[in-house]
């Protein structure tokens, strides 16, 4: 009973930031099941099943707020579909020790450019030319790939190169992503079934994960609205440098030790700190300005109307 509690505040706690910040739903879960011994495919195919609901509940919750863009929603998420029934059919026998490093080299290099860019600049400025499907086809193959074979990397991928293109803002392009990962869910849990017939997988821990996250859907939603772009694109930005830093220097690549690992930690959430607290100031300045001429004219309608 105290496992499927934990796992149910596993999945409360991970939809709210995937809901929020479009990623770590599946990352945050299999993490949990692969270190409480949970065979890498079960892992994931049980992730997977419980996302079916998560999304389906993100995804309304999104849409009621005004949160998706279905054109993207349509581009990307079939091709992610196809790419994660690959990888589920495949993870047996599919190594990601090498694919893992390489793909955290790219997005520490984007979460990087996104952190920087939103704090510094802000909002990006967006092109009047939609996201076309020869960028969101391909990405979407690539992330639903790694998601079906990592347990996670739809969002991880997904975000940081929608939200580094300046084409959408940051609410749109979480609730873009959080609302097509259904169709990767579901993609990845037929593959799996096909690969493990059902093996390995506890449905009562994807009842107890599905359950957590059915409760942070809406509330993930509402956050997303509420919070300013650019503070937001600093969050995501931090959280992708972050989780990739660590996966690298996790790596066979590096292997880092702990004195080399603290010392860098500890300089990426200072740095982080840094710069939420840099956009939060600079959106707080931009609101004064805004608020500024509404106040000036103020009395002249005063006057006007005497």
């Known amino acids: 009973m105290r496992t499927l509690i934990l796992l149910a505040l596993v999945g409360l706690g991970a939809q709210l930031v995937d809901g929020s910040l479009g990623m770590a739903y599946g990352v945050t879960s299999t993490t949990l099941l692969l270190a409480i011994g949970t065979n890498p495919a079960a892992a994931s195919a049980t992730v997977h099943l419980a996302e079916i609901g998560t999304t389906l509940a993100s995804g309304a919750s999104h849409w009621r707020f005004g949160n998706v863009d279905w054109k993207v929603v349509a581009k990307i998420g079939i091709p992610g579909a196809i790419g994660a029934f690959a990888g589920a059919t495949f993870l047996s026998s599919l190594s990601t020790e090498v694919a893992g490093p390489v793909m955290s080299v790219i997005l520490l290099a984007l979460g990087l ?32 790939f790694f998601d079906a074979t990592g347990g996670g990397g739809w969002g991880p991928v997904g975000t940081p190169a929608i939200l580094a293109s300046g084409r959408l803002e940051p609410r749109k392009v979480i609730g873009s992503i959080d609302t097509s990962e259904f169709l990767v869910a579901v993609a990845a849990s037929v593959g799996f079934f096909v690969g493990l017939s059902g093996e390995g997988i506890d449905f009562t821990w994807v009842l107890a994960l599905l359950i957590g996250g059915l409760i942070a859907a809406p509330i993930a939603a509402w956050l997303v609205r509420l919070v300013p772009p650019r503070i ?23 292997a880092a030790s702990d ?21 939060v100031r600079a959106h707080r300045k931009a609101a004064a300005v805004e608020a500024a001429p509404e106040k000036a004219q103020e009395p002249e309608a005063d006057s006007v109307s005497a």
């Open 232 to 254: 937001l694109g600093s969050l995501v930005g931090g959280v992708i440098v972050l989780t990739n830093s660590r996966t690298l220097l996790n790596s066979d690549w590096i």
């Open 259 to 279: 004195a080399v690992k603290i010392p860098v930690y500890v300089v990426i959430w200072l740095g982080w700190a840094a710069a939420v607290a840099w956009s």
């Open 113 to 144: 450019y996104v952190l920087l860019r939103f704090t510094v600049q802000g909002l990006p400025t967006r092109s009047d030319k939609p996201l076309r499907k020869r960028f969101l086809a391909p990405l979407g193959l690539v992330a639903g």
